[in-house]
């Protein structure tokens, strides 16, 4: 309950600063042009006063009595303080200026950059071609349109459409918006909807999209405060969107994100953490980890480890006598190499996963974040012309988060063209043997597919 109130009450006192700086702007300037004619009628000039006589030489002795040994040690200490509280003041004064004066900065049309981008993505997949039944074929369709506007060089404003389905025509729907101050570039505040994620799937072609997929958090998405430091990325709010649940009382999510940022000389590191109440009887999750990465000429590394947690310190509070406590440690690295006309990608994934008492679907271990809780993919490509690339994909995958179970495991091989005829425009051509091992009872596939992605 406390954390409740104390998430609105942070929310409401930025957007309180944000209101009343504005007005204090506004009433400075138009305050004045109307104090100026004041200024210009000056009153004659008064006779300086006669100079005061000098002071007796009992009471000269008096001002000039030594201090006593504590007033002594009292007097350097005072002086210390002081410079202390006139440093704060002074640090306190120079932010609220740097504030100020974003705010009285002109924003008139002229002055405004509105500048948008976009991505389109329309796909088309076949069936098992060696099924006996009729030839089957699927779709998926994206399209992302965002805005980004300039109102001078410390205030900005975004906002995004998304249209995203297994369908030619999917619908589009308000994808978010948030304003921004950053008067410094190791600075920024963000007000509104915003999106976190932490250690997605870089290498994989298949679980490459953090919305549903991620070996560290998929997407969380809220409407908050996010403050940027140096490096630094703390977020809070409520949740929206998939990331929200609600009662017959109302919406009850709320989350707080933070990680930190380390690039240097090639080298990577992100911790992170973030915690996501329900506000139900002992239903939260919680994600934390860590991704690292170094690059080295033509060879780079990536791991990620993330720790997954849902229904913490339930101990029958939920079902009686039951424990729905579940967790999983993922861990996930991605080795790449690159070398002239040559490239590999790899990607090794393995989760330990304790459901613990919950019923299906009941955590947030169901949700796909965690796609199997084991994979590998390995595919080198040749270069055969300069916008020409031929990959040979080589996959294991268990399908299942269950590791006793073995009967959807899958060995995947095939090929994929990609080409790309110009800048920002690629297209991907493949075909897949999808062959059942171990348990598998299922037959096996050969499946089609043409991904076609432009980006603007």
């Not at 911790?271 to 934390?288: C, M």
């Not at 393995?350 to 796909?368: K, M, P, Q």
Request: charged share 25%.
């Amino acid at each position: 309950m406390k954390n409740r109130y104390l998430i609105a009450a942070t929310m409401l006192a930025a957007s309180a600063v944000f209101a009343q700086e504005a007005a204090t702007a506004a009433t400075e300037q138009a305050a004045a042009p109307a104090a100026a004619p004041a200024t210009e009628a000056v009153a004659p000039a008064e006779p300086a006063p006669a100079a005061e006589p000098a002071a007796a030489p009992a009471e000269q002795a008096k001002v000039e009595q030594p201090q006593s040994a504590e007033e002594a040690k009292a007097a350097p200490a005072e002086e210390a303080k002081s410079e202390d509280k006139g440093e704060v003041s002074a640090a306190a004064g120079n932010a609220l200026d740097i504030l100020k004066s974003s705010m009285n900065e002109e924003t008139s049309e002229a002055k405004m950059e509105v500048k948008y981008s976009g991505e389109v993505e329309f796909d088309a997949y076949t069936g098992n071609v060696w099924a006996d039944n009729d030839l089957n074929h699927s779709y998926a369709s994206t399209f992302d349109l965002n805005f980004e506007v300039k109102f001078n060089e410390k205030w900005s404003a975004f906002v995004g459409l998304e249209a995203d389905g297994e369908t030619t025509d999917p619908a589009a729907i308000y994808n978010g918006a948030y304003i921004q101050y950053q008067p410094a570039d190791f600075f920024a505040v963000k007000l509104g909807d915003l999106t976190f994620s932490e250690g997605a799937f870089v290498a994989y072609y298949d679980y490459d999209d953090p919305a549903d997929n991620a070996a560290g958090m998929k997407e969380h998405d809220i409407r908050g405060l996010e403050i940027d430091l140096a490096g630094f990325i703390l977020g809070v709010g409520f949740g929206r969107g998939d990331n929200d649940w609600a009662d017959e009382e109302g919406a009850k999510v709320y989350d707080v994100h933070a990680a930190y940022e380390f690039d240097y000389a090639g080298q990577h590191l992100r911790p992170y953490v973030d915690y996501k109440s329900f506000q139900t009887t002992q239903h939260n999750e919680l994600h934390a980890g860590v991704e690292a990465g170094l690059s080295l000429g033509g060879f780079g590394f990536r791991a990620v480890y993330g720790f997954h947690a849902d229904y913490l310190g339930d101990d029958g509070d939920v079902v009686e006598g039951q424990d729905w406590t579940s967790t999983a440690h993922a861990f996930l690295v991605e080795p790449t190499f690159e070398v002239g006309m040559f490239e590999i990608k790899t990607t090794a994934f393995y989760a330990l996963i304790d459901r613990g008492d919950t019923a299906e679907d009941a955590s947030d271990l169901d949700n796909g974040e965690i796609p199997e809780y084991f994979f590998l993919y390995a595919e080198p490509a040749f270069k055969l012309a300069e916008f020409i690339k031929l990959g040979i994909p080589v996959e294991y995958h268990t399908h299942t988060l269950d590791d006793d179970d073995d009967t959807a495991a899958t060995f995947d091989v095939g090929a994929r063209v990609y080409i790309t005829p110009v800048e920002n425009l690629e297209i991907t051509a493949f075909g897949m043997v999808d062959v059942a091992v171990q348990d598998n009872e299922d037959e096996n596939v050969l499946r089609f597919g043409l991904e076609t992605v432009f980006s603007f």
